[in-house]
């Protein structure tokens, strides 16, 4: 086949991505997406769950972020396939993954790089191109739309067991949130600079979402996700509440398949009502349930 490039035909690109040089791929081939570096500055990301919307909040990105404090690679082309698999072909950027912040320089960069973040808002929240939120903190059994801020109180309520505090977002302000800051995802380049891919789940949430998207993985990886909830803000007593809150709503929602704009209390999950979803670990830190009424 002849040599690929950003502007090759989609079928082309279609079929060199079915069988990729292995020496071209940049990501673990047992994952669900992949990354393949192609001839010259480009790479392509493809996957089933590839889809348009990270395509756009990439460009949206690009387009508000001070790329002198964090750099966002440029997307050249996305479509989807027959299939459903999703593809889009950006700029490569050569870095390495952060797996630990080591020196004083790259704190000093990651904690400018958050506070920026902070300092960019919208009176709408979800993804910042639109459409359905993936972030991990709403769960793995769909994605939810979020047109208001309340969309996101009742989301989180409905996913709440009785005996359970409901949350509240009144006068929160909406900011921009990556929400999957990881190794992966992280690059620090060969002028020091940093370097964040991996747009797919960011969007304006209140800004403790992402000390919730770090407390989510903290105990399934490295140090480097405790390394960056140091170089975040304290959250208020009122506000690591409401993260609890959140992982409650979370962990809820991997035990019970949760009805929707329903709560229910324990003893209704217990009958049987509602089918009871497998669950083999633990709380997630900080998910600590509040006694109910016997």
């Not at 950027?93 to 790259?106: A, C, F, L, M």
Request: aromatic share 10%; charged share 20%.
């Amino acid at each position: 086949m002849q040599d690929i490039d950003k502007d090759s035909p989609e079928s082309h690109i279609i079929q060199f991505c079915l069988s990729p040089p292995q020496h071209l791929l940049l990501t673990d081939p047992r994952y669900t997406n992949s990354v393949l570096r192609l001839p010259g500055p480009w790479v392509i990301k493809y996957g089933i769950s590839v889809s348009p919307n990270e395509a756009r909040n990439q460009r949206y990105a690009r387009r508000i972020i001070d790329l002198d404090i964090v750099y966002v690679p440029q997307v050249y082309r996305s479509f989807t396939d027959d299939e459903g698999v999703g593809y889009v072909i950006m700029e490569y950027v050569e870095g390495k993954p952060i797996y630990s912040i080591d020196s004083d320089s790259q704190q000093d960069a990651i904690c400018r790089m958050l506070a920026h973040f902070a300092s960019l808002s919208s009176s709408m929240p979800g993804p910042l191109g639109g459409g359905s939120s993936p972030a991990l903190i709403f769960g793995e059994q769909s994605e939810p739309t979020f047109m208001t801020i309340q969309d996101i109180e009742e989301w989180i309520n409905d996913r709440l067991l009785l005996s359970q505090t409901q949350v509240s977002f009144t006068n929160t302000r909406l900011s921009l949130c990556h929400l999957d800051i990881a190794p992966r995802n992280l690059l620090q380049r060969d002028d020091g600079s940093l370097c964040l891919i991996d747009w797919a789940t960011a969007g304006f949430y209140p800004w403790f979402f992402e000390v919730c998207s770090q407390r989510l993985v903290v105990p399934q990886c490295n140090i480097f996700n405790q390394q960056l909830l140091e170089c975040m803000n304290e959250p208020s007593a009122a506000e690591d509440t409401l993260i609890r809150t959140m992982l409650l709503a979370w962990f809820n929602c991997q035990k019970y398949n949760m009805p929707r704009s329903q709560r229910r209390n324990k003893k209704d999950f217990e009958r049987g009502d509602v089918k009871i979803m497998l669950h083999s670990g633990p709380p997630p830190p900080g998910a600590i349930h509040q006694p109910g009424p016997t």
